[in-house]
Structures are given as C-alpha cells and as structure tokens.
C-alpha cells in the first residue's frame, strides 16, 4: 500500500515557490509520507530538461532522484520516492458560443512519449511561459492529440469543480463530461475532486459513478505537497497505477481535505468580504450585496445545480476516504502561532523527526503513542480523525478556516460580513 | 444566408462587363461563389467558366462552398489564382519540348543568383521581378545578372512565378493558346497588374462575360506592380460597363463603418462608394496614447485579459467580467513587421498564444512535395500511377497525412479535394504545381486559437471581433521611412487594417519608440484628423499606482 499525489507544480509555473526543485519535492515527499509524486510541468522544456538530469528512469515508467542529488531528510521517515511524470495544461477556447477554461493533468508513461507530446503541442502554444502551459485548444481536441501520440498517456480534468478553471467550474466550464469530452469521454477515467470538494459530494452526480475520484495536492510550494493524495494497492508502476485508475482495482481511496477549508467552497466576493451559502446566493440573484456585481459562485453550489441525487447519497461502489488537516496548521493552531512562523516548523520538524511522516502521524500512529510526544497534540490528532472539527468555509479563493479546539464564534473576528441562512 | 438585393443581381446578371465593388464585410466571396453557382445552374458548362483569385486561400473556400451547394467535386469550373491558371495553361499549350518544366522556387532563385554573384539574392530577385512586370530600366550590373539567371533557367528548363504570366501572356498574344472561357470572374480586382490584365482580356472569349469584383480603396499591392489605375480606368476600358455596389456591411458595428467611410474619402483615387452598416453602433474607436513600444504591449495583453477574464492562477484574485471573446478573437495589425517583435514577446511571457505569418512555407512545401516523390518512387506504388485512381484517396491510404500536424492536413486534404480524375501521375503534378504556389499568406492558421499579429498587408480578407492598430505614429502610419512613400496607398492600408474590426478598434500610439537603430519620438499620425472625433474615445492609462489595498473586513 502506498500513497501517490499526482499534481503538484514546479518552480517554473506561475505563482509558485522557487524553492519547486525536483531535490525538494523527493526531500518533501519522505517527509509527507507519500512514495509516489507527479514530477509538474513536463511540458516545460527546462524543467523536462532538469528531470532528464536529475531523474533516472526506472524501467516501470517511474522514476527516482539520481543519488547525488537527495537531500537530508530525517531517518524516521527515510524513503525511495518514485516520480510519476505529470504535467497540467491549461486549455482556453470557445465552445457553444462561451470561452471555457479546462485544467487537465496528463500522465505519461515516459520520457520519449513527453517529448513526443511537447513537440506536438509547441506547434500550438507557447511552452516556455509557464509550467502549466495555455493551449488554445477545445480540450477534446486536446486529448485526441495526445492519445494519439501516446496511448498509454492518462489524461485526468484537474480540480473539477473550482469556478474559473474546470470542467464543471461555474465560469468557464461546462454541466457534464458529455458536454466536454463528447465521444472521448469514455476516455475519462478520473477527475480530481480539487480541495473543495469531497468524495460525499461528487456522489451526488450519478454521471461520475463510472469515474474515479482522484485527489492531488496542486501543490505550488514544498510544505503543500500531499495536503490530499491518493491510496494505492498495487505494485510500483507506471501501468499498475493507470490499470488501477482505470478498473478501481488496487485503489483504495484518497486522503482529502476538509471541503471547506478549500479556496471555493461556497459562494462569494473575496473582494467585498462577502461570503454566501448557495441557498442565500440565489436569494440574492446571485449578486453581491455590498458592489452588486455577479458573485463566483463555488463549488458546493456547482454540486447543488448539477447533482441529480440528494445529499447523503452514498453509491455501493463508493471508496472510503480520509479527512486530514495539515499537521502544520494544527501545530500552529495548538501553539497561537502562524502557519509560516519559524516555531511552527521547527515543533513540525521535530514531530516528523520523532513520530515518523505527516502521513504517518496523521492518519495511522497510535493516540497513545502521539501523547508522549505532545498531549495537546494527540487530542487535535484524535479530533480531526473524529472529524471533529469547526470550520468556516472559503469562498471566491479566500481559503477556509478549520480548528479543531475552541468554538465556532471565535472566527468571527470584527466586522466580517458572513450571510449564513 | 440569402443574397439581398445587390448581391443578388451581382450573381445573377449577364451582363457583358460588370464591374461589382465591395467594400470590406460586404459578402464578396460569398457573392462570386453564388455566380459561379448560378452560372452552372442555368446551364453554362464548367469548362467556359474560370474564376480568378488573389491567394489560393480564397480560391479553395469558393471550391469548398462550390463543391457543398452542387454536392459534386467533378467537373468544376476552374477556381484558382492567376499562376495555377498560368501553370495549368502553359502545360497544355507549350510545346513537347518546354510543356515540361519545373517551377523556380524562391529557394532555387536565391541559388541561382548566388551562383551568379555576391550579392543579396533578395534584392536582386525583388529588382529583376519588378523589371520583368513592370518594365522599366535595370543598371548594368543587374542586368548582366539578369540575362544569367534567364539564362540558367532556360538550361535547367525552369520557370519562376513571373515567367509562368508572361509565358502565358506570349502564348496568348501569339494566337497558341485561343479565348478559352466564355465566363471569367476576377476576385480583388484592385490589386491586378498589366499583364493579368492582358491574360484575363486574352482568355475570354469575344462573345462572352467578364465580371470583376474588388475595392479600389483596399488596393495595397502597388509593391508588387498591381496598379489601381487599371480599376479605375475599367469604365474607360469598357464603354458598356455596368457598376455595381455591394453597401451592406456584415462585418463590422456603426462606429468603425462611419469612421472608415469618413476616413477613406480624403483618398483621391478612387471611386466613390457607399457602405452601409447592418449592425448597431457600439462602442466607440479607443485611442490610447502610453510611453514605448512596451508600454504598448502591456497595454495589449492588458485589454486582451480584461474581456478574457483571468487566464492564471496568479490572478484569481481580480473578479473580473467574462465574455464569450477567446484568443483567436483578437488581432494586433501593425504597418511594418518588426514592430510585432516585440508584442509577440510580450504576449509569450505573459502565457497568451500568438500566430503569425510562417516565413518558412517553401521549406514546408519542399518537405511535403519530397515526401510524396519518396511517396511514389517506391515500387509498389508505382504500378499505381498510370490508373485512374483519386489524388485524395491516394493520399489518404498512403499515410502521409499522419506525418505532419493537424493545420497542414488541413490545408493538403482542401487543396487534395478537388482532384480526384484522370490518372494518377498526372494529378500528383498537378497537386505538387499547386502546392508550390502557395504563399505564407495561403498557410496562416486562421482556426488555431491565438491572437494574430499581423501588418496590415497580411491582414487583408481577414476579420476579428477586437482589433488593435499598434504604432499610430507619424511615420509608421503613414509610412514615410520608405523611399517611394505613396500617401494615398498608406491611407488605403490604414483603411484595411480599420475595416477588419467587428466590434472594437483600439489604437495605441507610443510618445517614443525604438527605430532603425535610434529610439525617437514620433507625434500621432496625422491620420487622426481625418477620422471624425465623435468616433472616437481617448482614453489615458493611468499610471501604475501600488495595488489598492483590498478591503477586507476580517
């Protein structure tokens, strides 16, 4: 068994860490505690050309950081990390008379086939300005081209629900993979389910029953990588990972995010500091009480209008899924400090040092065996697994708040106008 | 669509000499292609009718409506530009001895007269073909060269694209090739020159029909010998010669149609149409004045973002409007090539997909035309070429359309349509006489999504939703850098690249810019005052203050 976040960004996407090295991912993903990571940005030709360097491939269409290159990481969590190549294209075009605008990651069995599909896709775009290319292509299109230069390449929409860049965004997507994919769409075996969504959520459309539902980090920055992942049962492989994602066998289910701690889980106007529940959103014409224009309206909402199944539904092929909050932030909740202040790292650091991986901690290390590190800890540990938490929901890219000591008032800080129904 | 009421008689008229002027957006394609429907109709045979075009670009979109409306791809009148007409005439009325020559390339000119002399083969070749077209006289030096290159090709039994009309206008003016058409239809009449005026003349025959259609005031070819006189003495030429005016406009909203009127009028040389817009006013030109020429290309992406909505993750936090506008939505039309330079960078980094006009289409054609000759030199293949066997199919079977990317199948597979008769080999020369004519022009990739940049020459017969006239500056527009400025010509380009806005002109002038090696300031064109300021809007960037710092109430 093992854990595998197929989406992550290096350091030539925009708004990203520069500190994106393939050196850094391999260093972060032992501390997380994943074995499989996406290598990002494939398609950029010096990236691809860093991997080249620094990865060696493997054999099995995985590929491993080159001895030279690995950095300390402390010996309780010490692994092999394998790199899966991954990129994420960013697809802007017209379809029945709306500009769409669809991220999909692409997964690629190797190199040779990467450079087959950048060679393809730099007659169409530029890849040299971002790690996640804009291709002016209809994404169906998109795929077509890549499958047919490599059969073997998966293509997964990204985060399918957030408003501004997904299939089933509410500004530029569309209400079903039909409507999208067409033809191709039986060659949709995945979508991410992004941070704001969890699999409960993704039932609720009867359409997505035959998909699987991945979750990946979209990490921009080391500390990001593996806030959601993915479980696997199989063995290290190219093909045993994409045979799993495509039969479900040897898939086990993701570690997610708190939906609402998610950048769009409801509606609103960061701008305006208005957050809206999607039942007061379309009370309000969906507008936003304070500048009057259109509010983005988010994911839950998305799910609201497009699911044709009640909340609660649960299908009899439904994987079972994990809940965590990044052990950062509830380090940093249990000392009164910010997530990027020095303290919180170093109590972090020592935590991994002690206890072993984030993973570890967090989802399989005994209570009893985390109290000895640090009471308060444990109880925060034992909390979040409960899925005892008190979150305030993040809307129009404003990123939620979750605790999971004190009450729900207590965000409630000054002023903030929260229109809950 | 239906034909109104000009466009309908433009179509259906016999008369002997009509002369149909279209300005921009008034459905000219579309108006010639419902003639030679028309002319099929009523029983004209296909062989009597020849319609001749500017680019090959315009001549497979009137072959593909052709070929939609009768539902056949056999026996079509001929639908091409002035050289496949050459090409395909001289291969039948040369004699045995020359019928089989091959066409001078660009490349193969350059290697000519590099093997001649020392110097630039561009030059040399720009001055012996305005020499061939437009007579006149060479010095000395070029034209010893001159008689060399002739010299050599006539060994090497070539033809360039020159010699392919004059050879044509010899065989015409010698009786060897007789009137063969009885309907001949002439597309962008404007920018026709003395000796495809001659050609058009000798191949129509006397009891027959000529019908011309173009625009005076989109004449932008005079570089290249084409000479709006020849227009404009049409009613001299032709004492019977019926006028016609296409005024409805498709294309574009009020504003940008009245301004453009306005503006062309102060061109002397020229006939006086009318024009009149179908679509509502909307909003008015947009001038914006910023520092440089980079200013100038943050200024482009800037407006291109803000109707596109956000296109990076860096930006979610703007809520912006969205529309339905996408890349291929905009273009940015400069006077002069180099000025795109610099907004193709800035467009790169800033992630929007840009397409310009490929220079490099001979090494394209060569690649293609070597890969069809490996193609059929091999054995199996060639028991084939003497059976009647379909280009297309052939084509299609072989393979060879997986090779090469989407965009030029495209372009193979349309000009691969129309020949499907006769024997193999036959249709493969033909294929590859036709291909060689195509020019950067016939090869830019109108479907792919991405912003054009494009001079205003390269932007003719194009539209888009937003365009932006980058460079307004006096100098550039008009163009006095050049030696043979011609001011009417300048204003008819600027006319050009005006009427390809649908919805939203937007020009920029910079207070200073890099030229020629100096940076200098350059005023606003004096084109300005002869565009009617109510159509105008003025609008100043601001300067670039510290974002506003949100407000947040938490």
């Known amino acids: 068994m093992f854990y595998a976040d197929l989406h992550i960004h290096s350091k030539f996407s925009r708004a990203t860490s520069k500190d994106m090295s393939l050196e850094t991912i391999d260093q972060w993903a032992q501390i997380k505690g994943i074995k499989v990571v996406g290598t990002g940005d494939f398609t950029h030709p010096e990236w691809l050309k860093e991997i080249e360097k620094k990865l060696d491939e493997e054999g099995n269409g995985l590929l491993t950081l080159k001895k030279q290159f690995r ?73 077509k081209i890549i499958l047919d230069i490599s059969p073997e390449s998966m293509i997964i929409p990204a985060h399918a629900w957030t408003p501004h860049f997904s299939v089933f965004g509410s500004q530029s997507g569309f209400d079903s993979l039909e409507e999208c994919f067409e033809e191709l769409t039986p060659y949709i075996y995945a979508i991410e389910t992004g941070l704001s969504s969890d699999p409960p959520m993704n039932w609720r459309l009867s359409e997505l029953d035959r998909v699987l539902l991945l979750s990946n980090s979209d990490a921009h920055s080391p500390i990001k990588i593996a806030r959601e992942a993915n479980i696997f049962d199989t063995e290290l492989s190219y093909k045993s990972i994409t045979e799993a994602i495509k039969t479900k066998k040897g898939f086990l289910g993701t570690v997610e995010f708190f939906p609402e701690e998610g950048k769009y889980h409801y509606d609103g106007h960061r701008v305006c500091g208005v957050r809206l529940s999607p039942k007061e959103t379309i009370k309000r014409n969906y507008l936003c009480p304070v500048c009057g224009k259109k509010v983005t309206v988010g994911v839950m909402h998305r799910v609201e209008l497009l699911s044709d199944r009640k909340e609660g539904f649960k299908p009899p092929q439904a994987l079972p899924y994990k809940s965590i909050i990044p052990l950062p932030e509830l380090v940093a909740e249990i000392n009164n400090s910010s997530v990027q202040s020095r303290k919180v790292f170093d109590i972090y650091m020592k935590a991994i040092s002690k206890l072993g991986s984030e993973y570890e901690i967090l989802l399989n290390k005994k209570i009893s065996e985390i109290e000895k590190f640090d009471l308060k800890l444990s109880e925060a540990i034992e909390k979040m697994r409960l899925g005892k938490v008190i979150v305030e929901p993040g809307y129009d890219g404003q990123y939620g708040k979750i605790k999971v000591f004190g009450e729900p008032e207590d965000f409630n800080i000054k002023g903030q106008i929260t229109l809950f129904v | 669509m239906n034909l109104n009421k000009n466009q309908k008689i433009a179509a259906e008229t016999l008369d002997k000499y009509l ?167 002439v597309d962008e009449f404007q920018d026709i020159n003395k000796i495809q005026y001659e050609i058009i003349k000798g191949i129509l025959k006397e009891d027959g029909s000529l019908s011309v259609f173009g625009d005076p005031d989109q004449a932008i070819y005079s570089f290249r010998g084409s000479e709006i006189d020849i227009f404009l003495n049409l009613p001299k030429d032709f004492k019977n010669l019926v006028l016609l005016n296409l005024s409805l406009n498709y294309r574009s909203q009020a504003n940008i149609i009245h301004a453009s009127n306005k503006f062309i009028t102060a ?13 509502e006013k909307g909003q008015k030109i947009t001038l914006i ?49 180099n000025q795109l330079t610099t907004i193709k960078e800035f467009l790169t980094n800033a992630g929007i997909p840009v397409k310009t006009i490929r220079k490099d289409n001979e090494t394209w054609i060569t690649s ?152 200098i300031s350059l005023p606003i064109s004096s084109f300005i005052k002869e565009i009617p300021s109510e159509f105008i809007e003025i609008r100043k960037i601001r300067q670039k203050k510290d974002k506003v710092k949100q407000r947040q109430l938490f």
């Open chain 1, 71 to 143: 950095l300390e990481v402390p010996e309780s969590c010490r692994d092999k990390i394998y790199f899966i190549l991954s990129s994420e294209i960013s697809c802007i075009y017209q379809k029945n008379g709306k500009l769409r605008k669809i991220h999909l990651v692409v997964l690629s069995p190797s190199i040779k086939d990467v450079l087959k599909i950048n060679h393809a896709l730099s007659q169409i775009g530029s890849l040299n300005a971002d790690g996640r290319p804009v291709i002016g292509l209809d994404a169906k299109i998109l795929i």
């Open chain 2, 19 to 185: 002369c149909v002027l279209a300005g921009p957006g008034t459905g000219k394609t579309f108006t010639i292609t419902a003639k030679i429907i028309h002319l099929l109709n009523i029983g004209i045979a296909p062989e009597e009718i020849a319609a001749l075009t500017f680019t090959q670009k315009a001549a497979i979109e009137m072959k593909n409506r052709v070929i939609n409306s009768l539902n056949k791809k056999e026996n079509l009148p001929f639908i091409g530009t002035f050289h496949l007409l050459s090409l395909r005439l001289l291969r039948e009325f040369l004699n045995e001895k020359e019928k089989y020559f091959k066409i001078c390339t660009r490349t193969m000119q350059k290697e000519i007269i590099s093997n001649i002399t020392d110097k630039n083969p561009e030059k040399i070749i720009e001055k012996i073909t305005k020499f061939k077209n437009m007579g006149g006289e060479l010095d000395e030096k070029t034209f010893e060269i001159y008689k060399k290159y002739e010299e050599e090709k006539r060994k090497l039994n070539l033809l360039d694209f020159d010699d392919l009309l004059l050879k044509t206008l010899d065989l015409i003016n010698n009786k060897t090739i007789p009137p063969l058409f009885s309907h001949v239809i």
């Open chain 2, 267 to 279: 061109n002397t040389k020229r006939f006086s149409k009318k024009i009149e817009p179908l679509k």
């Open chain 2, 289 to 337: 004045e910023v520092n440089d020429e980079y200013e100038e290309a943050k200024t482009i992406i800037k407006e291109i973002k803000s109707r596109l909505g956000i296109i990076d993750f860096s930006e979610t936090y703007i809520n912006k409007e969205e529309n339905s506008y996408t890349f291929s939505n905009f273009a940015v039309l400069t006077r002069t090539n």
């Open chain 2, 368 to 519: 293609i035309i070597r890969k069809i000759n490996e193609l059929i030199s091999k054995e199996e293949i060639s028991k084939k070429l003497l059976q009647d066997i379909s280009l297309y199919e052939f084509l299609d079977s072989s393979g060879i359309f997986k090779e090469i990317n989407d965009l030029e199948v495209m372009i193979l597979k349309n000009i691969a349509k129309s020949y499907n008769k006769g024997g193999l080999l036959e249709q493969i020369q033909a294929f590859i006489d036709e291909l060689l004519g195509l020019t950067p022009f016939d090869l830019f990739p109108e479907n792919l999504n991405a912003v054009s940049l494009l001079t205003f020459h390269s932007s003719k017969g194009l539209e888009f939703p937003v365009v932006f006239i980058a460079g307004f500056e006096e100098g550039l527009i008009p163009y006095t850098f050049s030696s043979d400025y011609d001011l009417e010509e300048e204003r008819r380009l600027f006319y050009v690249g005006m009427t390809r806005a649908m919805d939203e002109l937007i020009i920029i002038h910079a207070k200073n810019r890099f030229i020629n090696g100096r940076r």
